[in-house]
């Protein structure tokens, strides 16, 4: 059999590379993670290490961090997410 994933519209945000994003502030789920401590950022290396359900991941510069449909938070490599996601034109931008 073969199944076709569900079309869900998820929030995203990508890690700095450099100083790609200097001044732009991450979304308010993000800072919440931060906050909580279920994201913890290293400012010396850009690397994020994400708590899920999985266990411990760690999101590296120019990886994607995505809140899923359910809240939770993990990481995605650039080429997965590029394969994965388009952008949402019709939804509300946040």
């Not at 938070?73 to 931008?93: H, N, R, S, V, W």
Request: some cysteine; overall charge negative; charged content about 25%.
């Amino acid at each position: 059999m073969k199944f076709r994933k569900k079309p869900v519209v998820i929030e995203a945000w990508r890690i700095p590379v450099n100083t790609e994003h200097t001044g732009i502030l991450p979304p308010m789920w993000l800072v919440d993670g931060l906050m909580n401590k279920s994201v913890i950022a290293d400012p010396e290396t850009g690397c994020v290490a994400i708590k899920t359900l999985e266990g411990e991941m760690v999101g590296n510069p120019g990886d994607w961090i995505i809140q899923g449909v359910k809240g939770e938070l993990y990481p995605c490599k650039p080429d997965i997410f590029d394969a994965t996601y388009t952008a949402d034109t019709e939804g509300k931008q946040t």
